[in-house]
């Protein structure tokens, strides 16, 4: 079974991130037997000026057709600048 992967992917979210001066990109998903795993790209220009180049990969379960766990894993280093821009 999907678990409805579709209503939950990066497939219905590609190319945008909802912050603005970033995007989602080269999104590819997966399901698994709990749920599905993500790996998708986010690019952009930090306030400072700094690019952002960010892979990610996420990982989530479902059940009764909702998100009920997720984790996200990504390269701290190269989000540095990133952290430092949340402050």
């Known amino acids: 079974s999907t678990h409805g992967l579709g209503d939950f ?3 219905q979210r590609s190319g945008r991130s909802g ?3 970033l995007s989602l990109l080269r999104c590819s998903g997966s399901a698994t037997v709990a749920g599905f795993v993500e790996e ?3 690019k952009g220009t930090l306030p400072g000026g700094n690019t952002l180049d960010l892979a990610v990969c996420v990982v989530a ?3 009764g057709g909702k998100v009920t766990d ?5 390269d701290s280093a190269a989000s540095a600048d990133l ?3 949340l402050g």
């Open 9 to 11: 992917t990066c497939l």
């Open 19 to 21: 912050r603005k001066g």
């Open 40 to 42: 998708h790209s986010v």
């Open 61 to 63: 379960e479902i059940r």
């Open 70 to 74: 997720i984790r996200e894993y990504f």
């Open 83 to 85: 952290a430092a821009a």
